[in-house]
């Protein structure tokens, strides 16, 4: 960090981090569940398997939670779930965002 930057600089280098190739990342997986084709697996237990094994690491544990479900959850419960975890994780990242912020600013004050 630069000298005299502000907590909304710090804010704002954190999410252009935390969102840096977020599109391509969509994209990607986009493109991956696309071309995952049901007839490529034995039955719909494989297929759940590969598309939960594409999600990012950010995504590992809930993508636990639902394989470990008995028996698999539906679609709609499943997603339901995946976008929760995407709340939490946009939830965490400002928390650590703002806990920089804070911690940035009383660092700030200690120097001068």
């Given amino acids: 960090m630069k000298k005299n930057t502000t907590a909304y600089d710090a804010w704002i280098a954190l999410e252009n981090l935390f969102q840096d190739n977020k599109s391509a990342r969509a994209l990607h997986l986009q493109s991956k569940l696309n071309n995952t084709r049901l007839e490529s697996f034995k039955d719909m237990a494989a297929y759940c398997q590969e598309v939960l094994g594409g999600l990012t690491e950010q995504y ?30 946009a939830a965490r990242a400002l928390h650590a965002a703002q806990t920089a912020g804070t911690a940035l600013q009383a660092s700030a004050k200690s120097v001068h």
């Avoid at 590992?60 to 994780?89: W, Y």
């Fill in 60 to 89: 590992r544990t809930i993508a636990t939670v639902i394989r470990s479900t008995k028996p698999l959850p539906d679609f709609n419960n499943t997603r339901s779930q995946l976008c929760q975890e995407e709340t939490d994780i």
